[in-house]
């Protein structure tokens, strides 16, 4: 294996509030080698923006408690001084935001804010740096680039502001992308503009880092998959072993709950029972156990990733065992999709 672009050992986010200390990512651990693209899902909630925001630094308030290690290239982000910290931060590692609308400040036009960024980090004219900006708006598929350079982000759509800051992030050829929902907001034509921007950004050497509700983008484009749920790491392997052999019962439960255009029609898709966990209840043992239908009594006790004989790079946390767990999610399945018949035929 070769030796990891990002190295996330036992990262810990948690806020002090009044009521107490709320844990939001508790203890993740996960690596980015060069060239990979890691697709990160999971449930609103689940700590996937917060640990990554935590990875750059850029969760600032004082009553956040951020631990662990982050090495990038071999040096500890968490403790790099601030200003080699931002010299890393939109050069080296560049983030796509979750909120197009409040990324942009609206009080300068969306090239001068492209440009500014290359400027920072580059040393090129005004010139070149604007003619820069106009390229990257034309690659993130802005009609009339040479133009809308000019313009400010309230005369784009929330659409076009989500390109334009994509545009930003890719200005410096960073050699790791992380991408917040970076489809929000995009029809299907320019999402497909974007995986493929994507696509060309790792053909070059990049690694990304993409945080997606979307399973079909994940699918599409990521090499590996982290499942995380209450702040945790699930499950975590290869693309094909997580989608064609997922292991952990909340894995089952986010795939199961896609559509399907083949086989059977069910009336209703199943669906997960229950609500995510609060980060300030977090279980003592598997955070996913009270919605678990195949709960038993070692499931108090915290399960670690670990990988199943044969598992290879394949790794869960969960206690059931690795022989019998292809025969027990169809048992959930069946047992799910069945209710939901059953609920509407009531219905009906």
């Known amino acids: ?19 107490g200390t709320v844990t939001a990512v508790d203890g993740l651990s996960f690596a980015v080698p060069p060239g990979e693209i890691l697709g ?108 809308r350079v000019n313009a400010y982000p309230h005369e784009f759509s929330g659409g076009m502001r989500q390109r334009a800051v994509i545009a930003i992030a890719l200005s410096c050829d960073p050699a790791l992308l992380i991408a917040d929902e970076p489809t929000t907001a995009l029809d299907v034509t320019v999402q497909a503009q974007i995986l493929d921007l994507m696509r060309e ?75 995510p966990v609060s980060p300030g209840s977090l279980p003592e043992g598997c955070a996913f156990a009270p919605r678990c239908r195949l709960r038993h009594e070692r499931c108090d006790e915290r399960p670690e990733l670990s990988a199943g004989p044969g598992a290879g790079a394949h790794r869960d946390a969960c206690w059931l065992p690795a022989d019998h767990r292809a025969a027990l999610r169809l048992t959930t399945r069946t047992a799910t999709a069945g209710a939901k018949d059953l609920d509407a035929e009531a219905a009906s």
């Open 1 to 19: 294996m070769p030796e990891p672009l990002l190295d996330v050992r036992d990262l810990r986010v948690s806020f002090r509030t009044r009521t």
């Open 40 to 147: 990160v899902v999971g449930e609103s909630g689940s700590g996937k923006s917060v640990s990554m925001l935590a990875v750059l630094r850029l969760i600032t308030n004082p009553n956040v408690l951020v631990s662990g290690e982050v090495l990038f290239r071999g040096r500890d982000l968490l403790a790099l001084p601030a200003d080699e910290m931002r010299a890393v931060r939109g050069r080296e590692i560049a983030m796509v935001f979750q909120d197009p609308m409040t990324a942009l400040t609206p009080v300068y036009t969306v090239g001068w804010q492209i440009a500014e960024q290359i400027r920072a980090h580059e040393r090129v004219s005004r010139k070149a740096a604007h003619a820069r900006a106009v390229e990257l708006l034309s690659d993130v598929g802005i009609p009339d680039a040479a133009s």
């Open 201 to 275: 950004l790792n053909a070059r050497g990049s690694a990304v880092v993409l945080i997606t509700h979307d399973m079909g983008v994940v699918s599409q484009i990521a090499d590996r998959v982290l499942v995380m749920y209450g702040g945790r790491a699930a499950e975590e392997g290869p693309r094909r072993a997580v989608f064609h052999g997922p292991r952990h019962p909340y894995t089952w439960g986010l795939l199961d709950s896609v559509p399907r255009v083949g086989g059977p029609r069910l009336r209703r898709l199943p669906t997960i029972a229950g609500v």
